[in-house]
């Protein structure tokens, strides 16, 4: 008897695909399935790897004079006006291992692969350790702001009446400051006692976590309504467990998607302070602090624009990477915007 094609089993999905659908659900494989097909999050997903890749390397490409100070940026002299790329080095570090770019340039000079900037800070070394920095800045203050926003949303939003109006009167008139002027304020003021990475850490932190609280808040506000919260609260359920195990699950997910989209503003945010003077002590390997360095060469770039180029293109390519994984992920799992059906 003839069989038809349809009731043969599927040979266009193989048993692993099969396996990752039945651990996941079936939702939750389209989803993963319609991300890891979309052209742009693999471009995102490739450029994020591409600078993982250098971060975990960073030792080997730039290996630092001093172990315990890798992220100060080595200097070749206090020349003030910059020096191109591939030129050689006026003083030869002792701990600077040369191996790696003698194989680049088939040269046995030291050369600066990509020149130096105002100071003789070495750019290649600024660059390429700069992407921890930039790692660090823009996961740690992303996680602490959602931390804040979600404890100080899901309790204003929990609770309601006074303590909700409480809150969110703090939440507008934190609101109320220009983001970027109040975070050079609280830096320059923290920056009295000591510049280090933290100051602007802090100041970001303190005035980036208002919109996560919002977002969770109206979240919260249409989930604790439904009828699985009611039942909770009709057997004696603790009001922690019901927002931690119930309500949060069902209403974060917005949340962690703009926070994806937040991390990339944040590290423009922290160049942008440093760029201005009241972010990381002079010399500290920052793409901001590098741009900085160029600001009395910037109308000249026809000579000197190599000490913009590689920070500023480490920083657009660093941030289209977060905010293409961020859009791809909004449009993906995110149903009000068409992403799912």
Known sequence: MATSADSLPSLAEPKKDNDLKRVLGDENYKKLKKLVTNPLAVTGFFLLLFFILVGIFAPELAPPRDPNKPYNIPR????????????????????????????????????????????????????????????????????????????????SAFYGGTVDMVLMRITDVFLAFPFLV??????????????????????????????????????????????????????????????LRHILPNAIFPTVVVASLEIGSVVITFAAL????????????????????????ITNLDQYWYVVMFPGMAIVLFVMGWNLIGDAIRDVFDPRLGGTR
């Open 76 to 155: 070749d002299g206090f020349r003030a006006d910059p020096r191109p790329p591939m030129s050689e080095w006026n003083t030869r570090p002792p701990e600077y291992v040369p191996g790696w770019y003698t194989a680049v340039t088939g040269r046995t000079e030291w050369v600066h692969l990509f020149g130096t900037a105002s100071g003789q800070y070495d750019i290649w070394y600024g660059v390429v350790w700069g992407v921890r920095t930039a790692f660090f800045v823009g996961l740690f203050v992303t996680f602490a702001g959602l931390v804040m926003g979600l404890l100080v949303g899901s309790i």
């Open 182 to 243: 109040a975070a050079m304020t609280i830096s320059a003021v923290f920056a009295k006692y000591g510049r280090s990475i933290w100051q602007p850490l802090i100041a970001i932190v303190i005035f980036g976590w208002m919109g996560y609280a919002r977002l969770v808040r109206g979240d919260i506000l249409a989930v604790r309504e439904r009828e699985f919260v009611t039942a909770s609260r009709v057997i004696g359920v603790n009001d922690f467990f019901i927002l």
């Open 274 to 297: 440093s760029f201005l003077g009241v972010g990381v002590e002079p010399g500290y390997a920052d793409w901001g602090q590098l741009i900085s360095f160029a600001r009395n060469w």
